[in-house]
């Protein structure tokens, strides 16, 4: 859901190298920041601010690829924009599978919670009609039902981890490709990047550093992903267009 799948699209290895490798280097810069120095927050706010920031991210991302995209259709002369509408369904499941993936989540920590149904709900029965007499097929039901529940809070446990690792590769995939807005036209995913890292940049200024490290690391940190994407934005258009002749004019129909 999360990969391009347009068949035609303009596929340059060496562009897809260079984000995987800008996307590891930021894993690992954060990696090392973490372990070089202690948390100023509990570990626990800590991950749901990283989980917060992941969610606004991709707020930021679906306003950009919403104009991004209506505005490419808008603008490109016919029959361009009919081409490129009809190319928004990989965006649209790229977008889908974050709440899909969020839902689950929600679902199976409700399912674990005891919040849909519990011990509880179910009550005394005897689904053994009496055979074994009332006290001893109540107690069976009992471990019967007893059995049921652990076997679906471990099988709800598994699709939580499941699903929690399904949304974030999710969400991750989605920003790092711009929810597949690639799909529409080869240029849509360099020319947001930049607005989403800083637009996340200038988020991050209102709030304290996560982590107790000297200011000189905090900025460099800070700034090293928004300047590198918009480094590497700049050289993918470049390389698009020379490499491949794709440029927004011919984008455009202009």
């Known amino acids: 859901m999360t990969d391009s799948s347009r068949p035609d699209r303009i596929d340059d290895p060496v562009i897809a190298r260079m984000q995987s490798v800008r996307t590891a280097l930021g894993l690992l810069a954060t990696v090392w920041l973490l372990f070089a120095y202690p948390l100023r927050v509990r570990r626990q706010s800590f991950v749901l601010g990283k989980l917060e920031e992941l969610l606004i991210g991709c707020g930021i991302v679906l306003v950009a690829a919403v104009v991004g995209v209506g505005v490419f259709i808008v603008l490109a002369r016919e029959p361009l924009g009919r081409t490129y509408a009809g190319r928004i369904g990989g965006p649209l499941c790229a977008l889908g599978a ?3 993936g969020a839902g689950v989540v929600w679902l199976m920590a409700a399912a674990l919670g005891g919040d849909i149904v519990s011990l509880g709900d179910v009550g005394p029965h005897d689904f053994t009609f009496g055979l074994f007499g009332t006290t001893v097929g109540t107690m069976i039901t009992g471990l019967v039902i007893g059995l049921l529940f652990v076997l679906a809070a471990l099988a709800c446990a598994a699709v939580l981890v499941a699903a929690v690792c399904f949304t974030l590769a999710a969400a991750v995939k989605g920003m790092n490709s711009c929810f597949r807005t690639g799909d ?10 930049p607005l989403l890292v800083w637009s996340l940049y200038g988020l991050q200024l209102f709030d304290g550093a996560d ?13 090293g992903g928004p300047l590198s994407v918009t480094l590497l934005s700049l050289w993918e258009v470049r390389r698009l267009r020379i490499r491949h002749g794709v440029t927004l004019r011919s984008a455009l129909g202009r």
């Open 98 to 100: 974050i709440p899909l």
């Open 184 to 193: 529409v036209h080869e240029l849509l995913p360099a020319l947001l990047s």
């Open 211 to 223: 982590v107790a490290a000297p200011p000189v690391v905090i900025h460099t940190f800070s700034l």
